[in-house]
């Protein structure tokens, strides 16, 4: 396993970190994504823990809050002490009805942070991370009040998940400007088959540093390599809970592709997906997530595969992205800087 500093910080975090979204779910989309109780959620912890994994990521909307618990539990369970670990969760969705149980207003994250560090039985939350973007909330607000948790020492570190570029670059000047806690990570959706992010997001993370923390790596299950043209042998997530979207050609054209190299390598098609991120210098950490103990382990077995040149170009070229402008454009316009 090796370590990268998270943004522009010195605090190391594990190329692979523990996706918890699978703890604890019951019924609707929470019961699709996983179902898993305490005891299995020991398992992988410890199966994590075993093998280097320092980074554990939650969410307070994950399962209600029921994630947060069972992770937290864990901890105890596992007698895991408190500065081995990276413990990561969001704020952002709907705990209530209320109008304003919901949001990144400094009301919500201010009480939504004191409800967290309660199920995760931590006194510190080491990332903590607005889920998504909020527009009826200044972002000032949003970014105030996170300062002030850092100045109370109930988190360690600042970080964001699913925002655009324009709005985390908005967020980066007013927390220069202000001097308020920086920004030190981006939490978003990233995979051989859906290689969006590099349009806008990729060369804005380059230009300030910030870190990329990769959820659903696999597109859902998709990557995995157990599902076909057809639909024929989707028996995971993705055949009742059809998330994140993917344009299914291209996914299929990448599977394709990774085939034959996991073929020769006598390792799964998962672990070839994985690998590909883990070789993409503005990637962190990858968020693996599971359901069993075997599945988690064949996901740690990417980062024993070294990719080559020839295996990365030949994916780069089938998964690549269509042109669009104003990219093309500035590729051709700066193409003689770069000469």
């Not at 970014?143 to 988190?155: K, M, Y």
Request: with cysteine.
């Amino acid at each position: 396993m090796r370590y990268k500093p998270l943004g522009p910080s010195g605090l190391l975090v594990s190329e692979l970190c523990l996706g918890t979204m699978t703890f604890g779910g019951t019924e609707g989309m929470w019961g699709h994504i996983g179902q898993l109780r305490q005891d299995d959620a020991d398992g992988l912890l410890k199966t994590a823990l075993d093998a280097g994994i320092n980074f554990i990521d939650t969410a307070n909307i994950y399962a209600g809050g029921e994630s947060e618990r069972i992770l937290g539990q864990s901890l105890r369970n596992l007698g895991v002490a408190r500065d081995e670990v990276v413990i990561a969760t969001k704020v952002l969705g709907p705990m209530g009805e209320g109008v304003n149980q919901r949001g990144a207003s400094r009301y919500h994250i201010m009480e939504q942070c004191k409800a967290s560090l309660s199920r995760l039985q931590l006194d510190h939350i080491d990332l903590y991370q607005i889920h998504g973007f909020d527009p009826m909330t200044p972002i000032t607000e949003t970014l105030e009040a996170l300062n002030t948790l850092v100045q109370h020492g109930h988190i360690r570190y600042v970080g964001l998940s699913n925002w655009a570029a324009w709005q985390v670059m908005k967020a980066v000047g007013i927390t220069e400007a202000r001097k308020l806690a920086p920004i030190l990570s981006l939490q978003s959706y990233y995979t051989i088959a859906g290689r969006d992010l590099e349009r806008e997001i990729v060369p804005m993370l380059r230009d300030t540093g910030i870190g990329l923390m990769v959820w659903s790596p696999l597109a859902g299950g998709l990557l995995s390599g157990k599902f076909d043209r057809d639909g024929k042998g989707a028996d995971g997530r993705r055949a009742s809970f059809d998330f994140p979207p993917v344009e299914k050609d291209r996914a299929f054209d990448v599977i394709d592709a990774m085939r034959p190299i996991a073929e020769a390598r006598g390792v799964s098609v998962a672990q070839v997906a994985l690998a590909w991120l883990l070789h993409q210098d503005v990637v962190t950490s990858v968020i693996v997530g599971a359901k069993r103990v075997e599945q988690l382990s064949d996901n740690i077995g990417a980062t024993e595969i070294t990719l080559e040149p020839e295996e990365l170009a030949a994916l780069d070229k089938v998964s690549a992205l269509p042109a669009e402008y104003p990219g093309w454009m500035l590729e051709r316009q700066g193409g003689y800087r770069a000469r």
